[in-house]
């Protein structure tokens, strides 16, 4: 399978650089799985897709401000550290530029010395090990000196930090946002638990890796990086009760999507627990548990078109990403929505 059949082209000016002032107002694109039909809807019309006895899964991870501009002692030379993993209390694997200036042994002052970072090792990728030292509280400090960790392809500055996380984040732990559930507010979540839908929280700390490039021909040939999840006891009865009753599993975003998918057995059945997941879905994949996805635009060629192309079928979600495209859709983080499900139905 090669990268190439998941490219589609994209005018650059669809992609989004700022949210909406209403999370809830963005575009709605609705995706027959089986046939391709396609519908044109707001978000807040999501409700009426939902129907009593669902589950709709959401990622309830909280996206650091993992961003932090620094001076190396000595030099005073600029850098950019972006925290990645905690590797253990204060050592961190992060990302820095430029690489060169933070060999180990660097020390780098962040905020006239509030924080200090030392470079205690490289690891995989050219990333760094970074032992940090303070006073205080680090995700104190944290919030007062970082930034959030925008993708690249956004180049606006986001002037509310909270507009890149979902109003129901709660495990600080990711290094980007899980976009999908961006477009909900309380009020919305509120109208779909009183329809008769159960809401199921799973964690999973969203890697930067989810930006990277595919740089191999063959789709087989990548690998995925991997991300920490947490599925509570509570949390998977729920899945699992649904399931049984003949209800669906609906995810809210990739991120769900491939918790799920990891965390569930051949037997279709949901196990609760924690660790990490690498699960890499591309067409030919066989889901076990989710039966409809909630998901913003990807880009053309990255490893979630092609998850979002195991469920619906390549050819499908192509017609409608070029749909959307005629539309003038909003793509990526800050963009509009998908939900992509078998024969959908307003109720």
């Known amino acids: 399978m090669d990268v190439k059949d998941f490219y589609f082209d994209l005018p650059q000016e669809l992609i989004a650089q700022d949210p909406l002032e209403d999370r809830s107002s963005s575009r709605l694109l609705v995706l027959d799985k089986e046939t391709g039909a396609v519908e044109h809807r707001v978000f807040r019309d999501i409700v009426s897709y939902l129907r009593k006895g669902d589950c709709l899964v959401i990622n309830d991870t909280k996206v650091i401000p993992a ?25 961190w694997e992060v990302l820095v530029k430029p690489g060169r200036k933070a060999r180990p042994g660097a020390v780098i002052q962040f905020g006239e010395g509030l924080l200090t970072g030392k470079v205690i090792d490289v690891v995989e990728e050219g990333n760094r090990l970074i032992q940090f030292s303070y006073q205080g509280i680090f995700e104190e400090i944290l919030d007062q000196l970082g930034q959030m960790p925008l993708p690249p392809y956004i180049t606006h500055q986001l002037k509310d930090k909270n507009r890149y996380q979902t109003v129901y984040a709660k495990h600080e732990g990711s290094a980007a946002a899980p976009t999908a559930g961006l477009h909900f507010t309380e009020e919305l979540l509120k109208q779909i638990e009183e329809k008769g839908v159960k809401i199921a929280h799973v964690t999973l700390h969203v890697g930067l890796g989810t930006f990277r490039p595919v740089k191999v021909d063959n789709v087989q040939d990548h690998h995925m990086h991997s991300e920490f999840y947490i599925v509570e006891e509570e949390e998977a009865k729920k899945i699992n ?8 599993v609906i995810c809210v975003g990739t991120t769900s999507c491939r918790t799920l998918e990891s965390a569930t057995g ?13 699960i890499f879905i591309y067409p030919g994949y066989r889901f076990k548990i989710l039966d409809a996805l909630i998901t913003n635009f990807h880009l053309p060629e990255s490893t979630l078109v092609m998850l979002v192309s195991a469920l619906a079928g390549r050819e499908h979600v192509l017609a409608a990403y070029e749909e959307a495209i005629r539309e003038r859709y909003r793509f990526f983080s800050f963009g509009d929505a998908m939900f992509i499900a078998s024969h959908p139905e307003q109720e």
């Open 241 to 248: 009760d649904t399931k049984k009753a003949g209800g669906r």
């Open 266 to 278: 051949e037997d279709g059945v949901l196990k609760a627990g924690s660790g990490w997941t690498d």
């Open 67 to 91: 961003r932090l501009y620094g001076v190396k002692e000595g030099t005073q030379a600029k850098i950019e550290v972006l925290l990645l993993k905690r590797r253990a209390d204060d050592v």
